[in-house]
């Protein structure tokens, strides 16, 4: 008989570094692991921004105080009485698809705003092991009507990386 989640029970995160993920996408809220290396190989070459995206995706880093590596996660920016969740999945090339659904928030606070459609975002990205092993996100042309572009927001000891409409 399956287990069910009791209410209130949060769900189990699951931490693995990010070359493990060469191997199975675990299913569940994923915690990614990078050493000192992985994060400056990941963020090489990217342009620094102080735009925090509206919506979409954000990949959230947060290094670990002795600066040996640190912890990211890939989130959602939904919008005021949307619930979003991240789903992840292997691309047929090999990369890792990532994305947000969406939907509107039932609560008795937010009826009183217009059903809007779960919105997407400009530009979304994926995660791929280039053949020298360095892992790098690449962004995908949803429907911006100029160049996406990855690009870095440093906020106090913590990085997002999005990729942006520009």
Known sequence: MAQRKAVGQAEQVIVRNIDELKKTIPKGKLLIHLTKEQ??????????????PKRGMVFRYRPMPDDIGGFG??????????????????????????????????SPECREHPNLPPGTSACDFVLRQQSSGRWQFTCVNVNCSGNCR?????????????????
Not at 39 to 51: E, R, T, Y
Not at 78 to 103: A, F, K, T, Y
Not at 150 to 166: D, E, W
């Open 150 to 166: 990855m690009v870095i927001v440093n906020q106090g000891a913590s990085s997002l990386i999005t990729c942006a409409c520009q």
């Open 39 to 52: 994060w400056a190989g990941l963020n090489k070459g990217m342009k620094s921004s102080k735009v925090l």
């Open 73 to 106: 996660s890939v989130e959602c920016v939904p919008q005021v009485c949307e619930l979003c969740s991240v789903r992840l999945g292997r691309n047929p090339d090999g990369s890792i698809g990532m994305q947000c659904r969406c939907r509107p928030d039932p």
